[in-house]
């Protein structure tokens, strides 16, 4: 594809607002995760207290749980796409970066339901890697096991804001148009995070079924609960 240089300016802007959301959801904007397993526990009734419990349910139970997760993204991604996206370009940019952030919280939640929590540097590391099959951006294994976190997420987001940026720099041309950009807005934000928790539910799933296969893992809750009667 050629590219104008008024498009290629615009790609470049594009590329800086998603980079600058995905920056924000790494440092300011980070999930709670024991606040989301709370609300897990209660909204779907599950006897879970870590993440590392997630590994004693059954995994159609997380399907199904991440299934509801990706939905309900994508409503909310459609719309501020739409209610945004009555600007015109003028209101591209904190789209771009509320997408980002979203598509980010997103990734947590699912990582979480899967069983995996992002405290340490290794699993910061892993759920950026998980950003990076989202947006399908191929990272190396030299880049994921020579980089320390410092400089490994920094060198993540810029690839992964490249890959975004392109992708919306060329669905996005109709949102010169105001108003009618609204609609679609609404529906290309739908698509992008229906995506986007496409691949990253199969990253997470792959993984929680690997890890499963490595052996039981006792976790908090199970260590906690009374032992039964001999």
């Given at each position: 594809?050629?590219?104008?240089?008024?498009?290629?300016?615009?790609?470049?802007?594009?590329?800086?607002?998603?980079?600058?959301?995905?920056?924000?959801?790494?440092?300011?904007?980070?999930?709670?995760?024991?606040?989301?397993?709370?609300?897990?526990?209660?909204?779907?009734?599950?006897?879970?207290?870590?993440?590392?419990?997630?590994?004693?349910?059954?995994?159609?139970?997380?399907?199904?749980?991440?299934?509801?997760?990706?939905?309900?993204?994508?409503?909310?991604?459609?719309?501020?796409?739409?209610?945004?996206?009555?600007?015109?370009?003028?209101?591209?940019?904190?789209?771009?970066?509320?997408?980002?952030?979203?598509?980010?919280?997103?990734?947590?939640?699912?990582?979480?339901?899967?069983?995996?929590?992002?405290?340490?540097?290794?699993?910061?590391v892993q759920l950026w890697v998980a950003a990076g099959t989202a947006a399908g951006v191929d990272l190396g294994r030299d880049l994921i096991e020579?980089?320390?976190?410092?400089?490994?997420?920094?060198?993540?987001?810029?690839?992964?804001?490249?890959?975004?940026?392109m992708e919306i720099a060329e669905k996005w041309t109709a949102r010169l148009i105001p108003v009618v950009s609204g609609a679609i807005g609404g529906?290309?934000?739908?698509?992008?995070?229906?995506?986007?928790?496409?691949?990253?539910?199969?990253?997470?799933?792959?993984?929680?079924?690997?890890?499963?296969?490595?052996?039981?893992?006792?976790?908090?809750?199970?260590?906690?609960?009374?032992?039964?009667?001999?």
């Amino acid at each position: 594809m050629t590219w104008s240089p008024r498009a290629v300016k615009a790609r470049k802007t594009l590329v800086k607002a998603v980079e600058s959301g995905l920056t924000r959801a790494y440092s300011g904007v980070k999930l709670d995760s024991v606040a989301y397993l709370q609300y897990l526990r209660r909204a779907h009734r599950l006897p879970v207290q870590t993440a590392a419990d997630m590994f004693h349910l059954p995994v159609e139970a997380l399907d199904h749980i991440a299934d509801q997760t990706i939905r309900s993204s994508r409503k909310i991604a459609a719309l501020e796409g739409a209610g945004v996206g009555m600007g015109g370009m003028l209101t591209v940019l904190p789209d771009m970066s509320f997408l980002a952030i979203m598509s980010m919280r997103m990734l947590q939640k699912l990582s979480l339901i899967y069983g995996f929590d992002y405290a340490t540097d290794e699993e910061i590391v892993q759920l950026w890697v998980a950003a990076g099959t989202a947006a399908g951006v191929d990272l190396g294994r030299d880049l994921i096991e020579k980089e320390v976190v410092e400089r490994f997420v920094p060198r993540v987001v810029e690839r992964v804001a490249a890959k975004m940026g392109m992708e919306i720099a060329e669905k996005w041309t109709a949102r010169l148009i105001p108003v009618v950009s609204g609609a679609i807005g609404g529906v290309l934000n739908y698509y992008f995070i229906k995506e986007w928790g496409r691949r990253a539910k199969a990253h997470f799933r792959a993984r929680h079924l690997a890890t499963r296969r490595l052996g039981p893992i006792r976790t908090i809750y199970e260590a906690r609960k009374p032992l039964l009667p001999a």
